[in-house]
């Protein structure tokens, strides 16, 4: 009987020893192996470990993309006007040793390290942009008007605001706290219902300016366009003209000159012909009426065929 408990004891604590000396990573987490609160191994990879029980301990933490998303802050720009900004952060451990000698494991004091330098980067980056570049997300020409268009592979203001910023805070506090930043990105920009006004003010004058700049393009250009339509016209009316006339000269030679062969030919034929053209056009109408001595050589074909 006391040989069963005993075997039933040390099986107990067998199985009780061995489960303090293995332990599990999982693919989701980064994990350090404390001895007596120092680090003997960094970065423990996910799958079946072995430690020393009661000896070692376990400091798990997420390895996944972490979203660090903050309340939104006023931010005074260039011309001293301050802007509602609301962003988030993307970030991950990478150095889980440095990550715990810098926040003992929380996550509270890592996240507020990192909004720190993120919010004073943030403000350091719109304090030197006037607002209007900042709210557009284009820059300003040197008549202080957004431009329309990017160039090719341009980045936007914010862009290059958010990239700066990521670059900045790895520099700084990602080595010392074992961190890695991916992306800082803004979720809005909102303007205090202080200056929000003359802001939609000042943008829908420099959109006024720009449809104005615009307009008398297009002005200009029609004004080429009819300029060129009514010279091209003009030229194809004169040319018109001289081919007319040309056609109508020629026309008029050759049926003088066909008058003339016909009158050759026969000029008493001629004379009667003319004649009778000339009463057909003199009496078109009832109303036509003709004083005339009746001796008059008009009628000459009308008192005798002959013309005598």
Known sequence: MNKSIFALVLIAAVVFIGANSLYIVSEKERAVQLRFREVIKADVQPGLHVKVPF???????DGRVLTMDTQPGRYPTAEQKFLVVDYFTKWRIVNPQVYFQATNGDERSATLRLSQRIDQSLRNEIGVRPLLEVVSGKPLNDDGVTVSELAPGDLDIRDQIMASITRIVNENVGDDLGVEVLDVRVKAVDLPEEVELN?????????????????????????????????????LIAEGRREAEIIRGNADAEAAGIYAESFGKDPEFFEFTRSLRAYSESFNSGNDVLVLDPNDSFFKYLRDPNGN
Do not use: H, K, P
Not at 56 to 61: E, L
Not at 205 to 229: F, K, P, T, W, Y
């Open 55 to 61: 000896i070692d301990t376990i400091r798990r933490v």
């Open 199 to 235: 802001v939609f003010e000042r943008m829908r004058s420099d959109r006024e300016l720009v449809a104005r700049d615009l307009r008398s393009r297009g002005q200009e250009q029609a004004e080429i366009i009819r300029a060129n339509a009514d010279r091209q016209r003009s030229e």
